[in-house]
């Protein structure tokens, strides 16, 4: 089974600090791991994704996400958070199957003035 | 964007009556998902197709039917809608796949059943 855990639902940091959301992940298979973000009244949208070959993976909008094997993890940093970086993010990770993906529940970020 | 098309984007409605939600692709992808979006529980998946008639459960697929007579359309049925079936549903497409290619999401549409 696979499964995706995000740690804080909740997350607020100020303008220009570091953004640092957190994922892990529990699967019985060698993990494609995604990172996904809504805002808000939208669809989701593909940040990044890792699938094989290098564990530090570069998204887009300066986001980046490092694969830990050792701690089952995969997560999210921004080294300067932006007033436009509001919105909740989702981590998802690949099923047994070819086309699950199972999604964490979520964490919705604020960035403060 | 990728052209993905929700119909309706609200609806009420009453416990026990169908309701029919419509996702429309423009990308003749081949799979296509229904999603739906609760809080606290992320995403889960209600049930995909990987061609046209071609279609498999998800995790919460009790309740709802799906079919896809044509690549660029996906239907999903709720036969007697109840109110836990109240939700934000979206709709997903890829062209090979979750593993091999970008899911791209539809706008959503939000059901209220009363």
């Known amino acids: 089974a696979q499964s995706v855990t995000q740690l804080g639902s909740h997350v607020s940091v100020s303008e220009g600090a570091l953004v640092l959301l957190r994922c892990n992940y529990s699967s019985s298979v060698p993990p494609y791991l995604f990172w996904y973000v809504q805002y808000p009244n939208q669809g989701l949208q593909l940040l990044l994704k890792?699938?094989?070959?290098?564990?530090l993976v570069k998204g887009i909008n300066g986001f980046e996400a490092e694969f830990k094997k050792s701690e089952t993890s995969f997560h999210l940093t921004k080294p300067s958070a932006h007033m436009s970086d509001a919105a909740e993010y989702f981590c998802a990770v690949t099923g047994s199957g070819a086309n699950n993906l199972f999604f964490g529940t979520g964490t919705r970020l604020t960035v403060i003035p | 964007d990728a052209g993905i098309t929700q119909s309706p984007r609200h609806k009420v409605t009453e416990t026990g009556t169908p309701v029919t939600l419509r996702c429309h692709q423009t990308?003749?992808?081949?799979?296509m998902y229904w999603y739906r979006q609760d809080p606290g529980h992320g995403l889960r998946l209600i049930h995909y197709?990987?061609?046209?008639?071609?279609?498999d459960k998800g995790e919460v697929s009790d309740g709802y039917s799906v079919s896809r007579s044509k690549t660029e359309d996906f239907l999903l049925t709720l036969e007697s809608a109840t109110s836990s079936q109240t939700s934000v549903y979206f709709c997903?497409?890829?062209?090979?796949?979750?593993?091999?290619?970008?899911?791209?999401f539809g706008p959503g549409t939000r059901l209220t059943v009363l």
């Open positions: 997903a497409i890829s062209d090979r796949g979750v593993r091999t290619d970008t899911q791209y």
């Open positions: 197709s990987y061609g046209v008639k071609d279609t």
């Open positions: 890792y699938t094989t070959g290098a564990t």
């Open positions: 990308e003749n992808h081949r799979y």
